[in-house]
């Protein structure tokens, strides 16, 4: 994951990870806020707050407020996602992404909007060739 110059973290070696497994979801909510690409908002009045300072309410605490931006968990599917439709191939997207089964590596690759629209022609395609022979017969 590219780091912006100005994020205040230590670029570390090729295989060193930006967030250490475990439950991690503060540092990177704090991380997305700080570089703009996230903010809090106050879960009682719903303005938009400056870190966690409510101008309504002052200073909350994490319940008290709603994380608006990225989340952790989707940069995975999205990474895997933008490597494949850059024409990777699978084994390779699969060593990257630490994935040793392919069953695990399936649930990540999740669709594009594309093909999600070319399913609902299909099937709506197979429905009317099913009416037209449903109609044929009655004749």
Aim: aromatic letters at 6%; one cysteine or more; charged letters at 35%.
């Amino acid at each position: 994951m590219p780091l912006p110059s100005d994020f205040d973290r230590k670029q570390g070696k090729l295989d060193d990870l930006v967030f250490p497994l475990g439950d991690h979801r503060d540092r990177w909510r704090a991380a997305c806020v700080k570089i703009g690409a996230a903010w809090f908002e106050c879960r009682e009045c719903g303005a938009r707050c400056e870190g966690r300072l409510c101008p309504r309410h002052g200073k909350r605490s994490v319940k008290g407020m709603r994380y608006v931006g990225p989340v952790l968990r989707h940069c995975r599917h999205t990474a895997i996602r933008n490597m494949s439709d850059a024409g990777l191939e699978e084994r390779r997207i699969m060593d990257i992404s630490g994935h040793v089964t392919r069953s695990m590596f399936d649930r990540y690759n999740i669709g594009k909007s594309e093909d999600v629209e070319e399913a609902r022609r299909a099937i709506e395609q197979f429905h009317r060739a099913a009416q037209r022979r449903k109609s044929r017969g009655k004749k």
